[in-house]
């Protein structure tokens, strides 16, 4: 069985290497720059080994399994990675070995990061992208993600897999953000400000950087989705997001079940702990038509 841990190296111009121990112990990253990627925390994530360190200013985690799943697949929480964990997949998603990352926007002052809410606009779908790849070149990571997009994380998901469909491999939505017209008061008055979005870009239920119009790429990859929501969700309604998504991702040829919780609302997240199973098969492609 293989762990892992960090290892300073203090040479210069050297930063952490992240090496699998074992008989035959190989590094999972060879040097990289110091000042490029440093390790800001090492510390426990409901149980399991993770790394925190800088990336391209903003913060990224790894949180490892105890022991890694053939091809070393892995599965990115695109927001709100404390969220719900045990309900969501996270944890259970580790116990089959699959490591779990995710990477947060902000900025870092006098060495301590400062969180701000993501988004997903050009630049942050560049660093994203950047962020795989560096998982997949450096780290040996399988070459596709797995996306876990609850809420905002929705919206995320369904713009990465829709600019870079090659890179996802599959996708669980969780009463997914996916049509900004349906935002009211607040909500839509601080998507400018706090998640980057010109507004007057999204709002039009058929403009097409609208969320829930990027299906087609996504359906025509192949990428299986599985789509959890609320049945009395009153803040992602389900039928203006969840259910419009659904039947024109299906309509395209689309892979998608759909979990509909009648009684919930928007929370909790995900599903019982005695169900976490069913995640574990859909990102392994176990429940495949």
Aim: hydrophobic share 40%; with cysteine; charged share 25%.
């Amino acid at each position: 069985m293989r762990k892992l841990l960090a290892v300073v190296c203090v040479s210069a111009g050297i930063a952490a290497m992240l090496c699998a121990v074992g008989e035959e112990a190989k590094c999972l990253v060879s040097a990289v720059e110091s000042n490029e990627h440093r390790i800001t925390a090492r510390d426990s994530w409901n149980g399991f080994d993770r790394r925190v360190f800088e990336f391209r200013g903003c913060e990224a985690w790894i949180v490892a399994p105890k022991a890694e799943a053939e091809g070393r697949p892995w599965a990115w929480i695109m927001e709100w990675p404390n969220a719900f964990a045990k309900r969501t997949g996270s944890v259970a998603l580790l116990k089959a070995g699959y490591h779990v990352v995710t990477l947060r926007p902000g900025h870092y002052e006098n060495g301590k990061f400062v969180s701000q809410p993501g988004n997903m606009n050009n630049r942050r779908l560049c660093e994203s992208r950047e962020f795989q790849k560096y998982l997949v070149d450096e780290l040996h990571f399988a070459s596709k993600a797995n996306l876990i997009g609850m809420s905002w994380g929705g919206f995320y998901s369904v713009r990465y897999a829709g600019t870079y469909p090659d890179a996802v491999s599959r996708i669980y939505l969780d009463a997914p953000l996916l049509d900004f017209s349906t935002l009211v008061g607040k909500e839509r008055c601080g998507l400018d400000e706090k998640y980057g979005i010109d507004v007057k870009t999204y709002v039009g239920k058929d403009g097409p950087r609208q969320p829930v119009n990027m299906y087609a790429p996504i359906a025509k990859a192949g990428i299986p989705i599985l789509l959890l929501y609320g049945g009395v969700d009153t803040t992602v309604p389900p039928r203006e997001n969840c259910i419009r998504f659904a039947n024109a991702f299906k309509a395209a040829g689309g892979d998608i079940e759909i979990v509909a919780r009648g009684s919930y609302g928007h929370h909790p997240h995900g599903l019982e702990i005695n169900e976490q199973q069913k995640f574990v098969d859909f990102f392994s492609g176990k429940n495949s038509k």
